[in-house]
Each structure stands twice: as structure tokens, then as C-alpha cells.
């Protein structure tokens, strides 16, 4: 977990940090977590060991000069974090940091943002994602997918041989993200940094449109925002408490995304009973099914509409439909991996 950043990588931190702790409840083999300096908490119940010299950074800048000496020193950062002593490694954030020659390996490729929406990305960046991913790829004996449409992205865009790619769903804290009979509130709610294929701009206008005829609803926003409408509460970072707390007063979850490997939001607000009005994308699908309403995300009058429906169809469809995906069965398949490679 050497490229690790709590509270910047959004979903691939929830990943991480709960496999572990479902590999420490249901787990049948012996596990070793290398983790970052600034997260050194990380393997919540595994065996664990902070890896000093691996410069981790919380800024892109230095994430990226971070794991380029990672790659030009691999050899040196293999030996000192002593592989040799293990049967197989996992990296389970996107890439291989140091690209493991020693073990079999398997890395869980998270996004492929930036071969759908390459304009996204500056061009240093878009050179470096695919080069490093690439490489990743490549030195894997096996790659995990979190869905099935990002399986068949990997098989399509990336040419992998599918024997290779294992699709392993991701899952929810069931007793955390929970039905209650607090009363629902005028809002809508988006947990989402504003990065650009989050599409922020469209639900501002979705909102707007909706305010027309509904005074008093707002918008909720977690993460980072500037500059957004005075009918947006933009919260910054939210505890997982507080979150959950939202889920359960809100009139429904909008989630306008252009890309998505999973939806792990969506996930979260079905759980929590929350209606949910989504991006009509295969993963999303994949997640929600028949338990949410589905819109065209670049289309404002779309948006507005599957909130308005989604709020008046209820969300007690969503608890049924998210017990399907658990981080016990996640871990467990992630097990199953584990023992491939071992063999």
C-alpha cells in the first residue's frame, strides 16, 4: 500500500483499508502490508510494516517523483521490503510500486479514467498513467478488476488475455451504512471531489432548474469545492459518521458522474435506504440494478427529472440490492487469488 494518500484517493483508500480488515475477520492465509509513513495505520488487524524510505507524498507532485524513484530504484526498494520471503504480493492501488520481478504478483487496476476521458488529464500525466499502468499490467501474472465493465475494458483497451483478469466486486460496511427512521430533509446530496469527470457543472444546473418550483432544496457537496452556487452547501471533508448521517436525511443521492469503475457512493446511499438518482453507466447498473433511477449525465433536464422520480420512489429497494456486495465476500475472493498466484 506504498502509494497510499488518506483522505485524497477517495475510493481506492476505502478498498484498501477495508480489505484488510475483512482479510483480518475472514482471511485463511498469513498476510504481510507494507504501508506508507503517512499512513502507517493502514492494515487495520494485519501484520503490517511502515516502509521509511519510500518518500510518500499527499501532494501529486510528489506522489509522482515518489514513485518514479520507486521504479528507478525498484531493485533496492524490493530488497529492503523483503520479498523473497513471501509467496505471492499484492498491489491493490493501481499500480506496482517497485515492479516486482521476484514474486508472482497480481495488481487491482482501480481506474481507467484515462482511456475514456483522456482530455481529463494534462499530457505528462496521461503519458505517465499509461506507461505505469502498462507496466503494472504486464509484470502481473494476474490483474483484478472491481467490476465487470472494467474487466472488459482491461480485455478490450489494455489487449489483456482474459484468463487473467478476475473480476472481484467491492462491498459495504453493512452494519455502518444501515436503514433508519430519521426524517428526510430538502436536499440532495453528491460525496464527490470536483474533479472534472465528476461533473458538478450539470447538477448545479439540474439543481437550478429544480429550484424553479422547489424553493427550498438544496444541494450537499463532500470533498473539495470552490466557487459553487449559494444553494450548494459544500461540506469539505466529512468523517464516515457524518456521511452515513447525510445518507440517511437526504431526499436522495444524485451522482452525475462521467466515469466510474464501481460507484462505490451509489453502493453506500442503496445501503442507507437513501433513494438514488445515477449516470445510466455499465458500472453503475452493475452496482445499483432495478434499485435506482437512471439519467443521461451531460443532460441537465435528464438530471433534474431521475432526482424528482427517485425521491418519489423511495429507496426501499437499496438494502436488499446492496447486501449482494460485502467486504467478507471480497475478501474471500481476493483469497482465492492469492492462492492462484501461489501455485
Same mark, same amino acid.
Given at each position: 500500500?506504498?502509494?497510499?494518500?488518506?483522505?485524497?484517493?477517495?475510493?481506492?483508500?476505502?478498498?484498501?483499508?477495508?480489505?484488510?480488515?475483512?482479510?483480518?475477520?475472514?482471511?485463511?492465509?498469513?498476510?504481510?502490508?507494507?504501508?506508507?509513513?503517512?499512513?502507517?495505520?493502514?492494515?487495520?488487524?494485519?501484520?503490517?510494516?511502515?516502509?521509511?524510505?519510500?518518500?510518500?507524498?499527499?501532494?501529486?507532485?510528489?506522489?509522482?517523483?515518489?514513485?518514479?524513484?520507486?521504479?528507478?530504484?525498484?531493485?533496492?526498494?524490493?530488497?529492503?521490503?523483503?520479498?523473497?520471503?513471501?509467496?505471492?504480493?499484492?498491489?491493490?492501488?493501481?499500480?506496482?510500486?517497485?515492479?516486482?520481478?521476484?514474486?508472482?504478483?497480481?495488481?487491482?487496476?482501480?481506474?481507467?479514467?484515462?482511456?475514456?476521458?483522456?482530455?481529463?488529464?494534462?499530457?505528462?500525466?496521461?503519458?505517465?498513467?499509461?506507461?505505469?499502468?502498462?507496466?503494472?499490467?504486464?509484470?502481473?501474472?494476474?490483474?483484478?478488476?472491481?467490476?465487470?465493465?472494467?474487466?472488459?475494458?482491461?480485455?478490450?483497451?489494455?489487449?489483456?488475455?482474459?484468463?487473467?483478469?478476475?473480476?472481484?466486486?467491492?462491498?459495504?460496511?453493512?452494519?455502518?451504512?444501515?436503514?433508519?427512521?430519521?426524517?428526510?430533509?430538502?436536499?440532495?446530496?453528491?460525496?464527490?471531489?470536483?474533479?472534472?469527470?465528476?461533473?458538478?457543472?450539470?447538477?448545479?444546473?439540474?439543481?437550478?432548474?429544480?429550484?424553479?418550483?422547489?424553493?427550498?432544496?438544496?444541494?450537499?457537496?463532500?470533498?473539495?469545492?470552490?466557487?459553487?452556487?449559494?444553494?450548494?452547501?459544500?461540506?469539505?471533508?466529512?468523517?464516515?459518521?457524518?456521511?452515513?448521517?447525510?445518507?440517511?436525511?437526504?431526499?436522495?443521492?444524485?451522482?452525475?458522474?462521467?466515469?466510474?469503475?464501481?460507484?462505490?457512493?451509489?453502493?453506500?446511499?442503496?445501503?442507507?435506504?437513501?433513494?438514488?438518482?445515477?449516470?445510466?453507466?455499465?458500472?453503475?447498473?452493475?452496482?445499483?440494478?432495478?434499485?435506482?433511477?437512471?439519467?443521461?449525465?451531460?443532460? =441537465? @433536464?435528464?438530471? *433534474?427529472?431521475?432526482?424528482?422520480? $427517485?425521491? %418519489? +420512489?423511495?429507496?426501499? !429497494?437499496? =438494502? @436488499?440490492?446492496? *447486501?449482494?456486495?460485502?467486504?467478507? $465476500?471480497? %475478501? +474471500?475472493?481476493?483469497? !482465492?487469488?492469492?492462492?492462484?498466484? *501461489?501455485?
Amino acid at each position: 500500500l506504498l502509494t497510499l494518500v488518506p483522505g485524497v484517493v477517495g475510493g481506492s483508500e476505502t478498498y484498501a483499508r477495508e480489505l484488510c480488515r475483512a482479510l483480518a475477520r475472514v482471511g485463511e492465509l498469513d498476510y504481510r502490508v507494507f504501508v506508507p509513513r503517512i499512513a502507517p495505520d493502514a492494515a487495520d488487524g494485519l501484520e503490517s510494516r511502515v516502509v521509511q524510505r519510500y518518500p510518500a507524498s499527499s501532494t501529486t507532485p510528489g506522489r509522482m517523483r515518489a514513485m518514479a524513484g520507486a521504479l528507478l530504484r525498484g531493485g533496492r526498494l524490493e530488497s529492503e521490503l523483503g520479498l523473497d520471503g513471501l509467496d505471492a504480493v499484492h498491489f491493490p492501488l493501481s499500480v506496482m510500486v517497485p515492479l516486482v520481478s521476484s514474486r508472482p504478483a497480481a495488481t487491482t487496476i482501480l481506474d481507467l479514467q484515462h482511456e475514456f476521458l483522456p482530455e481529463n488529464f494534462p499530457r505528462w500525466e496521461l503519458a505517465y498513467r499509461r506507461a505505469l499502468y502498462g507496466a503494472s499490467a504486464r509484470r502481473s501474472r494476474f490483474v483484478i478488476a472491481i467490476s465487470e465493465h472494467a474487466r472488459e475494458t482491461l480485455i478490450e483497451r489494455l489487449s489483456f488475455d482474459p484468463d487473467r483478469v478476475r473480476t472481484v466486486h467491492l462491498g459495504v460496511d453493512l452494519e455502518r451504512f444501515s436503514p433508519t427512521d430519521v426524517p428526510r430533509e430538502p436536499f440532495l446530496l453528491y460525496p464527490a471531489n470536483s474533479w472534472p469527470h465528476k461533473n458538478h457543472e450539470r447538477l448545479f444546473e439540474a439543481v437550478a432548474l429544480l429550484r424553479r418550483e422547489h424553493r427550498d432544496l438544496r444541494l450537499v457537496l463532500t470533498g473539495e469545492h470552490s466557487d459553487v452556487p449559494d444553494f450548494v452547501d459544500a461540506r469539505g471533508r466529512v468523517s464516515q459518521d457524518e456521511l452515513v448521517d447525510l445518507y440517511h436525511r437526504a431526499s436522495a443521492l444524485v451522482f452525475p458522474s462521467l466515469y466510474e469503475g464501481f460507484g462505490q457512493p451509489v453502493l453506500e446511499a442503496l445501503a442507507c435506504a437513501c433513494p438514488v438518482a445515477c449516470s445510466d453507466l455499465p458500472p453503475l447498473r452493475e452496482v445499483a440494478g432495478d434499485a435506482a433511477v437512471y439519467f443521461e449525465p451531460l443532460d =441537465p @433536464e435528464s438530471i *433534474a427529472a431521475a432526482a424528482l422520480e $427517485a425521491i %418519489a +420512489r423511495g429507496g426501499a !429497494s437499496g =438494502p @436488499e440490492r446492496a *447486501a449482494r456486495f460485502t467486504w467478507d $465476500a471480497c %475478501a +474471500r475472493k481476493h483469497d !482465492s487469488v492469492y492462492r492462484e498466484l *501461489a501455485t
